[in-house]
């Protein structure tokens, strides 16, 4: 990385990917821990105040003094605008672990908000004679639910509640294997 005013960095909760902002404008990006640095992607020149992270690191948000908050979904390999300043000072951004709530602060005060609608991914795990169940805690609740037929419409809620595993912000689901074809998925 350059020597630069750099003014934040944030990690992955497993510290593999990470971003740095600067005031100078840059924007780097690490997907092994920091050993190599890259310019990340296509993000505009700006004084790059704070950066933020989803717990696995695949969307990040920058935000600068002025101007306008970005966000990826590539890890910062590329970059989208997302919402203007409207004229105020940024000083810090903080993102919810699946990367879809945002807030920033502003100097002089306010805190400003900016969400949307999370599209957890559900993973599925073997432990011993069970299943693991699990998905990046959203920013907003989801209900974990299963059902035999992929072409009824009962799907039932699963009785046991997630347990937050804090080493990766996932929320997990333990079951039993069933005898029969079962089917899962979360219902906001």
């Known amino acids: 990385m350059p020597p630069t005013a750099w003014t934040s960095v944030a990690a992955s909760a497993d510290g593999l990917k990470l971003v740095a902002v600067s005031a100078s404008g840059l924007v780097y990006r690490s997907v092994d821990g920091g050993s190599v640095w890259a310019s990340?992607?296509?993000?505009?020149?700006?004084?790059?105040?704070?950066?933020?992270?989803?717990a696995d690191g695949s969307k990040p948000a920058i935000a600068p003094a002025y101007g306008t908050v970005f966000t990826s979904t590539n890890s910062g390999a590329s970059w989208v605008p997302r919402a203007p300043s409207n004229g105020f000072n940024?000083?810090?951004?903080?993102s919810s672990a699946d990367g879809?709530?945002?807030?920033?602060?502003?100097?002089?005060?306010g805190i400003y908000a900016w969400q949307s609608t999370p599209e957890p991914w559900l993973n599925i795990s073997s432990a011993g004679s069970d299943f693991v169940l699990s998905w990046l805690m959203p920013a907003m609740p989801f209900v974990l639910q299963e059902n035999t037929e992929l072409?009824?419409?009962?799907?039932?809620?699963?009785?046991?509640?997630?347990?937050?595993?804090?080493?990766?912000?996932?929320?997990?689901?333990?079951?039993?294997?069933p005898v029969d074809h079962r089917f899962y998925r979360l219902k906001h």
């Not at 879809?100 to 005060?109: D, E, Q, R």
């Not at 809620?157 to 990766?168: G, I, K």
């Open 100 to 109: 879809n709530k945002l807030l920033v602060s502003a100097y002089g005060g």
């Open 40 to 54: 990340a992607g296509d993000a505009p020149l700006a004084c790059w105040r704070s950066v933020a992270s989803s």
């Open 151 to 177: 072409t009824t419409t009962s799907w039932t809620n699963v009785t046991s509640p997630p347990a937050l595993n804090l080493t990766n912000l996932q929320n997990q689901v333990i079951v039993s294997r």
């Open 90 to 94: 940024l000083t810090s951004i903080a």
